[in-house]
């Protein structure tokens, strides 16, 4: 039997045994048929509060944050959208549109242009939002569970603040998308430390589709909502990154709703745990590092069977990447175990720690092997990975070894899908 994993802009066919396989997709409902009006509709009907025009004035600032280019969020579609409405009340002049990079690089001019388009650009001004520039920050205290709370200080300044993002599963904040936007999005690297320290991810409530008591997303929530956000208005997608349905309004009330679509698409029940999880990282955007990967990997482990394989295939286009510390915090140690204990042993948060505290997690239950074009054999095993050339070979090989009842599981969209057991 062929699968086809999101793997790139192009895919990547998988072959597995036939009557061996239980695939796990995400149960999209059709895509809305004109995706601007779809927008347009959620700006005007919003879930909570009155509509985005009836928050403005002639003469006040509006900064607008939408997701960076890791993300799949269509922002070519709706920020125009939003730039209309808003222009029917004020000068665009007087409105900035912050990329909330959180703790990653800047966006070059040429992925803002395939991000945003030529239109957009020339419309309003972009900025990408820097978390280690302290010129760009202002201090506003301490928020939630003793945040030290930095932000982006055009955003902070500004009358109105609105966020944009898209909402699906995420692995230790519950959900992506709303208060999201605010931190760690457009928050300073002290203010991102803190709330990825080690005790926090380590929580089991930080997890897939978990919000109230995730000790992450409790403290996100509570610093956006003691910022103030305006208006915000998150997306849904299908599986070709199309809008399902659009959500605007206040905050808490349209991520709530927009969570409740989420959590009914992406999560899946699958009947017991499998030797053999195959999973991808939703291809391009989100699988252009190993870094991201490690969402694929986390996806799988619910259902993994102890000592069995997680299998990801990701491009990983950009490497680890090259900037941040993913990579010398992986390679410090000899063992997944070892990386475990020295990040539980910090005093002080080290950037990217998180994403290696969850990969190593997962391989402390299971082995982990990845396909990924863009690392080369020996800097996967640095990783403390297996390289995986043939994936179709290694899956049948993997199979054979647990046993001829065995059965694999395969989550063609990854992080998209969340199977759990029930």
Not at 11 to 23: F, H, K
Not at 298 to 310: E, L
Not at 356 to 383: H, I, K, Y
Request: hydrophobic residues 45%; negative net charge.
């Amino acid at each position: 039997m062929r699968v086809d994993l999101a793997y790139g802009r192009t895919g990547l066919a998988v072959e597995v045994p036939d009557g061996r396989a239980v695939v796990v997709r995400p149960s999209h409902p059709p895509a809305a048929r004109d995706q601007r009006a779809e927008v347009r509709r959620a700006l005007r009907e919003p879930v909570a509060g009155p509509p985005l025009v009836d928050r403005l004035a002639p003469g006040r600032t509006v900064a607008i944050a939408i997701c960076d280019g890791t993300r799949a969020q269509p922002r070519d579609v709706v920020v125009p959208v939003l730039l209309d409405e808003i222009e029917q009340v004020v000068d665009l002049a007087d409105v900035v549109v912050l990329v909330a990079t959180g703790t990653h690089r800047a966006n070059t001019p040429e992925e803002l242009q395939a991000m945003l388009g030529r239109d957009v650009l020339s419309r309003v001004r972009v900025v990408n939002h820097d978390a280690r520039d302290p010129s760009t920050l202002v201090g506003l205290g301490t928020m939630g569970r003793g945040v030290p709370v930095e932000l982006n200080r055009e955003f902070a300044a500004a009358d109105v603040r609105v966020t944009t993002g898209f909402v699906e599963p995420h692995f230790f904040a519950g959900f992506s998308g709303g208060p999201k936007l605010v931190t760690p999005g457009l928050a300073g690297l002290a203010t991102t430390l803190v709330l990825h320290d080690a005790s926090r991810i380590g929580d089991p409530r930080a997890t897939w589709g978990v919000l109230e008591g995730n000790p992450v997303h409790d403290d996100v929530r509570a610093i956006a909502s003691a910022v103030g956000v305006h208006f915000a208005c998150d997306v849904v997608l299908d599986a070709s990154q199309r809008i399902v349905k659009a959500f605007g309004g206040d905050l808490a009330e349209m991520h709530a709703s927009a969570c409740a679509l989420s959590r009914e698409v992406a999560m899946q029940r699958v009947p017991h745990r499998f030797p053999v999880v195959v999973t991808s990282n939703a291809g391009y955007p989100l699988d252009q590092n190993l870094y991201q990967a490690v969402k694929g990997m986390s996806a799988a482990a619910g259902v993994v069977s102890p000592g069995g394989v997680v299998v990801v295939a990701a491009e990983c286009a950009d490497g680890f990447p090259d900037h941040g510390s993913y990579r010398s915090i992986l390679e410090s140690a000899t063992s997944p175990s070892e990386l475990l204990a020295s990040i539980e042993a910090r005093e002080e948060t080290v950037p990217d720690q998180w994403q290696v505290q969850v990969q190593a997690r997962v391989q402390s239950a299971a082995r982990v092997a990845v396909r990924a074009d863009g690392v080369t054999a020996e800097a996967l095993r640095s990783a403390h990975l297996e390289p995986v050339g043939d994936l179709s070979e290694f899956v049948a090989q993997e199979l054979e070894r647990a046993g001829p009842d065995a059965t694999c599981c395969v989550l063609p969209e990854g992080p998209l899908t969340i199977p759990y057991l029930g």
